[in-house]
Structures are given as structure tokens and as C-alpha cells.
């Protein structure tokens, strides 16, 4: 029989303190419910301050359709300009990452605010998701960039495409680990493949079936690679094997406690060299505060890992051009 321990908490409502409530618990839950418990209590703390101002803003009206033309808009999302095909990836533009209740939202408030507003995006051709999880997979994000891109196509992790119900997009693709999907843009084919990564796809507790994906792209005769949310993995190297890629999304932070799902920066930056990055952008810091370490300190390690001429950007709103 398993252990049972009891729990003893204030029972709190509007008009105060109206009792005490004692609850026996499995010690598993109840340190679940002790870490939910922190981290609202932290993220309360962390949602009194002001956001700040993206340090740069981009200007994507004034790029060329004969390279590769990126721009970190904050967290994983970035705007690409890959041979005149515009794609971005995780869209969040959301004050808050987590769910929605009516006009509210739940969860960790943006540090930066995105480098652009959904209104000033170019017309968007591709909508590329990694996961199902609430920083990465945004609903009022998507419902507005639906609305405003019909046009759009929609490529996602597998058992995914649920969450789009609703939304009207051109055509929506669930993209299991391993296959590859391709769409044609200008008259030439873009091929999409999903990459096995290490993290997991549950968006709430229970929907552990979820996917979640890293993504290559093929376009022109050149490669990008959009890296996702994932912890250490080889799964990369084999792009090397096959021409190595022009320019690399990796994430570099909320590894602190969690590295068993979020690589270092240093971690980050042997994937890139594994997959043979010739450029690597960072992502998914600086944004949200998700982990313990110091919102600086992923860019500081990934700086001290890595040739300086490798790096696409640094901070939030930076506009990177492959030369």
C-alpha cells in the first residue's frame, strides 16, 4: 500500500481566510502540487513588473527574395524570408504563455515584448509548429495570424492538429518523426521533414500522445533548421551527412532544472556543430522566465562556446542576412 502524506493549507476565498483544509496526498503528487505551488507563487511576483521594449526592430518589408533573411521576434519564434517563401515558426505574441481563461491568461509574463506586432508581418506563406506546449503553441496567436493569412499552410507535430480546429488555414499537416512533407511555393518545391528530438509534446497532464519535432527545410538548394524545444540530441548529426545547413534555430535556455528536456548553450552549440551549421541563431531565452538560471546567462555560455563569425544574433529583434 502506498504511502499517503497529509497536507494541511488554507482554504482562501474572496472575502479571506474562510478555513483550513487537510487532503492526503501521494508523496509523487504532493510534490507536484508543492512545485505548481512555487511556481505560481514566483510567477505572481514576476507579473507585477513592466515589460520591457524589444532592443531592436525589425524590417521585413525592406528584405530580398534572393537569400535567407531571419529575425528572432522573441522566445522560439522567428521570422524567416527563405528565397522569398515567408515562414515563422512558434508563434507567441501573447503577453502571457499559458492558457486562456475568457480575457484572461495564465502564466509566466513576457520579459520583451515581441520585436514586431502580428500587424506588421509580411504576408505569411508557411506557419511551422514544434509542440503542443502553451510558449510555443499559442491559440490567440494563431487565431489572429488565421485570420489575417487564410493563405498560410500549417505544418505541426503528430496528433497536434486538433488544437487548429476551427482556425482556417489553407491546408494543416501533422508531420510524424522522420517523414517529410513538400509544398510548393513559386513554383518550386519546399520540402519539410521532422526531426525526433528530445522533449515531450503533452499539453496538459494527461495528452502525453502529443508530438514534438525539430524541422529541416529544403528550398532553392538550401538548408535551414528549425531546432525546437529539445534537450540534448545526435538526432542532428545526420544533416551533416547530408550537406550540412545554412543556418540553425537552436534554444539555449530554461535547462536549469530542466536539462533533461532543455539542452545548455553549450549542448546547443554541438548540436549545431553535429548538424554543420554554418550559421546558429539562439532562441527560447531572455523572453519568458521558465527555469532558475539568470535571464542572462544562456547568451553569456553561448558566446564563450562558439566562433563569434558563427552567431546570427544576440537579441531580441536582431535581423541576421546569410551573407
Given at each position: 500500500?502506498?504511502?499517503?502524506?497529509?497536507?494541511?493549507?488554507?482554504?482562501?476565498?474572496?472575502?479571506?481566510?474562510?478555513?483550513?483544509?487537510?487532503?492526503?496526498?501521494?508523496?509523487?503528487?504532493?510534490?507536484?502540487?508543492?512545485?505548481?505551488?512555487?511556481?505560481?507563487?514566483?510567477?505572481?511576483?514576476?507579473?507585477?513588473?513592466?515589460?520591457?521594449?524589444?532592443?531592436?526592430?525589425?524590417?521585413?518589408?525592406?528584405?530580398?527574395?534572393?537569400?535567407?533573411?531571419?529575425?528572432?521576434?522573441?522566445?522560439?519564434?522567428?521570422?524567416?524570408?527563405?528565397?522569398?517563401?515567408?515562414?515563422?515558426?512558434?508563434?507567441?505574441?501573447?503577453?502571457?504563455?499559458?492558457?486562456?481563461?475568457?480575457?484572461?491568461?495564465?502564466?509566466?509574463?513576457?520579459?520583451?515584448?515581441?520585436?514586431?506586432?502580428?500587424?506588421?508581418?509580411?504576408?505569411?506563406?508557411?506557419?511551422?509548429?514544434?509542440?503542443?506546449?502553451?510558449?510555443?503553441?499559442?491559440?490567440?496567436?494563431?487565431?489572429?495570424?488565421?485570420?489575417?493569412?487564410?493563405?498560410?499552410?500549417?505544418?505541426?507535430?503528430?496528433?497536434?492538429?486538433?488544437?487548429?480546429?476551427?482556425?482556417?488555414?489553407?491546408?494543416?499537416?501533422?508531420?510524424?518523426?522522420?517523414?517529410?512533407?513538400?509544398?510548393?511555393?513559386?513554383?518550386?518545391?519546399?520540402?519539410?521533414?521532422?526531426?525526433?528530438?528530445?522533449?515531450?509534446?503533452?499539453?496538459?497532464?494527461?495528452?502525453?500522445?502529443?508530438?514534438?519535432?525539430?524541422?529541416?527545410?529544403?528550398?532553392a538548394g538550401h538548408r535551414i533548421c528549425f531546432s525546437g524545444d529539445t534537450a540534448y540530441t545526435p538526432a542532428f548529426a545526420k544533416l551533416?551527412?547530408?550537406?550540412?545547413?545554412?543556418?540553425?534555430?537552436?534554444?539555449?535556455?530554461?535547462?536549469?532544472?530542466?536539462?533533461?528536456?532543455?539542452?545548455?548553450?553549450?549542448?546547443?552549440?554541438?548540436?549545431?556543430?553535429?548538424?554543420?551549421?554554418?550559421?546558429?541563431?539562439?532562441?527560447?531565452?531572455?523572453?519568458?522566465?521558465?527555469?532558475?538560471?539568470?535571464?542572462?546567462?544562456?547568451?553569456?555560455?553561448?558566446?564563450?562556446?562558439?566562433?563569434?563569425?558563427?552567431?546570427?544574433?544576440?537579441?531580441?529583434?536582431?535581423?541576421?542576412?546569410?551573407?
Open positions: 500500500m502506498k504511502r499517503l502524506v497529509k497536507i494541511t493549507a488554507l482554504l482562501i476565498g474572496a472575502g479571506g481566510v474562510l478555513g483550513l483544509i487537510t487532503v492526503s496526498l501521494s508523496p509523487a503528487l504532493r510534490n507536484i502540487m508543492l512545485h505548481d505551488a512555487r511556481f505560481l507563487v514566483k510567477m505572481r511576483r514576476d507579473n507585477a513588473r513592466d515589460m520591457l521594449p524589444a532592443p531592436h526592430h525589425p524590417q521585413p518589408l525592406t528584405w530580398k527574395n534572393d537569400r535567407i533573411t531571419a529575425a528572432w521576434l522573441g522566445h522560439a519564434t522567428m521570422l524567416i524570408n527563405f528565397y522569398g517563401v515567408w515562414i515563422i515558426t512558434d508563434p507567441i505574441f501573447s503577453d502571457q504563455a499559458g492558457p486562456n481563461l475568457g480575457p484572461f491568461a495564465i502564466g509566466p509574463k513576457r520579459h520583451v515584448a515581441p520585436a514586431l506586432a502580428i500587424d506588421e508581418l509580411p504576408n505569411i506563406d508557411l506557419i511551422l509548429l514544434s509542440h503542443a506546449h502553451f510558449d510555443h503553441f499559442d491559440m490567440r496567436s494563431l487565431a489572429a495570424l488565421a485570420k489575417r493569412n487564410p493563405q498560410a499552410a500549417v505544418i505541426t507535430a503528430a496528433n497536434t492538429a486538433d488544437l487548429l480546429s476551427g482556425k482556417k488555414f489553407a491546408r494543416i499537416d501533422e508531420l510524424p518523426w522522420e517523414r517529410s512533407v513538400t509544398l510548393s511555393f513559386q513554383n518550386k518545391p519546399l520540402t519539410v521533414s521532422a526531426i525526433h528530438v528530445k522533449h515531450w509534446g503533452a499539453r496538459w497532464r494527461r495528452d502525453r500522445e502529443r508530438g514534438f519535432n525539430g524541422y529541416l527545410l529544403e528550398y551533416s551527412v547530408s550537406g550540412g545547413v545554412d543556418l540553425m534555430f537552436v534554444p539555449i535556455g530554461a535547462y536549469d532544472p530542466w536539462i533533461a528536456n532543455h539542452c545548455s548553450p553549450e549542448e546547443a552549440v554541438q548540436m549545431a556543430d553535429q548538424a554543420g551549421a554554418q550559421y546558429v541563431f539562439p532562441m527560447h531565452f531572455a523572453t519568458f522566465k521558465l527555469s532558475n538560471e539568470p535571464m542572462a546567462e544562456p547568451l553569456k555560455r553561448f558566446q564563450q562556446a562558439i566562433h563569434p563569425d558563427r552567431i546570427a544574433g544576440k537579441e531580441i529583434g536582431d535581423t541576421f542576412m546569410r551573407p
